[in-house]
């Protein structure tokens, strides 16, 4: 396992589960990197992420020459794991240019496949506190394919105090070419409803910290400007599916409200939501294929693990 240094909690659990992920389906584009930094006829057969801390990423590079200790430093100290995808990103590139002619590898295919998704810009036009953490936004002037499902975003706002960087025509590739200090904060969301003849999308988002996306969510004016990158959508479960067990905290709601909606009706649904008490649920009506339960963190003994090991389906 990869040796995360020099950030927060939360921060290294973000960056933890993006390294996995490549190591995991991507280990083909570690080694084309691999292979540019040894600088020599590639040798490299396999690689191992080492350590991550703020200036570098260490790799262990094992081949037929044995294995080497690499250490590839960042153009940039990093702060976050969009810091490190773009300083990923800078390595790719030169490794590809580096080895023009080695194949395609599965991460530059994927980065092909989302250069192609387009940035969306809208404004906010209402806002309205649903639950005791839980802000729905109502972004307007959107016009986009409608995916359905656990139709999801990425959504950029701006950074309190800092100029506005999102104009019409901004895209995501911008990201990195804007200064750390003014570039947008961002994360994912799914869509809670979607109103496209009208323009208009409403998304959830858990007020779970102060900062972030999050913070910013709490005090959003009508007016401000944001930009959304997407749509996607992932949940696409095997043909023949008899039943539907959809386990989530406060984040994970919209998705799985919206996937509950979609389904028809004779498809059994069972929605386990775990929250912080009694009076901060959401807003969620659940059909009659929909079994809704509620585990509440703050109640002695309640567990989601223990209400989902107990299930009978």
Not at 68 to 96: C, M, N, W, Y
Not at 249 to 278: C, F, K, N, R, S
Request: hydrophobic letters at 40%; proline letters at 7%; a negative charge.
């Amino acid at each position: 396992m990869v040796a995360i240094t020099g950030f927060t909690d939360s921060t290294t659990a973000e960056m933890r589960d993006f390294l996995e992920d490549v190591v995991s389906n991507h280990s083909d584009t570690l080694i084309l990197i691999a292979n540019a930094a040894t600088r020599s006829r590639p040798w490299v057969i396999e690689v191992e992420l080492h350590n991550l801390d703020p200036e570098r990423l260490v790799f262990n590079l094992i081949g037929a020459h044995g294995t080497l200790h690499h250490e590839v430093p960042f153009s940039k100290r990093i702060s976050g794991t969009t810091d490190l995808q773009i300083q990923l990103f800078k390595l790719i590139d030169h490794a590809r240019k580096a080895n023009p002619e080695a194949p395609v590898t599965s991460l530059e295919a994927k980065i092909q496949e989302r250069a192609a998704i387009p940035t969306h810009v809208a404004t906010v036009a209402a806002t309205c506190l649903i639950a005791k953490t839980t802000v729905q936004v109502t972004l307007t002037g959107l016009h986009a394919p409608v995916c359905g499902g656990d139709e999801f975003w990425y959504l950029m706002v701006p950074q309190p105090g800092a100029p506005d960087e999102i104009r019409h025509g901004f895209a995501i590739s911008q990201l990195e070419t804007i200064p750390d200090n003014r570039r947008p904060m961002a994360a994912y969301y799914t869509t809670r409803r979607r109103r496209p003849e009208d323009g208009e999308i409403d998304l959830w988002i858990h007020l779970h910290h102060d900062t972030g996306v999050a913070g910013w969510a709490a005090t959003a004016q009508i007016g401000d400007t944001v930009a959304l990158w997407g749509p996607r959508a992932t949940y696409n479960p095997p043909e023949g599916t008899s039943h539907h067990l959809l386990v989530v905290d406060e984040t994970g709601m919209p998705a799985a409200a919206a996937i509950a909606e979609a389904l028809p009706p004779d498809h059994p649904v069972t929605l386990i939501a775990e929250i912080e008490a009694p009076g901060y649920e959401p807003p969620v009506n659940a059909e009659s294929n929909v079994d809704l339960r509620w585990v509440y963190r703050s109640q002695r003994g309640a567990s989601l693990s223990k209400t989902v090991a107990a299930l009978e389906l």
